[in-house]
Nanobody, 119 residues
Framework: QVQLVESGGGSVQAGGSLTLSCAASGSTYSFNYMGWFRQAPGKERERVAHINTDGAAGHVDSVKGRFTIAKDNAKNTLYLQMNSLNPEDTAMYFC?????????????WGQGTQVTVSS
């Protein structure tokens, strides 16, 4: 069974940076896509970024130029580098693997890591 474990969340001040990690274990299965999502209290979960097996990546407009998704295939780890954080980025961040149906149906999900940005 595949497990996704996120880490790297925390509390930072506006303008700060964090790097989230998502370690995949339990299978050598090659995921077609991996992605990062976030959900703020009272809001729907939203896609933040995604990356495919070739390394082609996409980011939603609200994070373009600030966040970067990357993966290390040798370590089976997905990353999200987040710079210039602002309070609107406060949310629980989840990683997902193996896209079933674009944009929100994925086969595997992590438990999430909290990011809190103070002004």
């Amino acid at each position: 069974q595949v497990q996704l474990v996120e880490s790297g969340g925390g509390s930072v001040q506006a303008g700060g940076s964090l790097t989230l990690s998502c370690a995949a274990s339990g299978s050598t299965y090659s995921f077609n896509y991996m992605g990062w999502f976030r959900q703020a209290p009272g809001k729907e979960r939203e896609r933040v970024a995604h990356i495919n097996t070739d390394g082609a990546a996409g980011h939603v407009d609200s994070v373009k130029g600030r966040f970067t998704i990357a993966k290390d295939n040798a370590k089976n780890t997905l990353y999200l580098q987040m710079n210039s954080l602002n309070p609107e980025d406060t949310a629980m961040y989840f990683c997902a693997a193996d896209l079933v149906r674009w944009p929100n149906e994925w086969r595997f999900w992590g438990q999430g890591t909290q990011v809190t940005v103070s002004s």
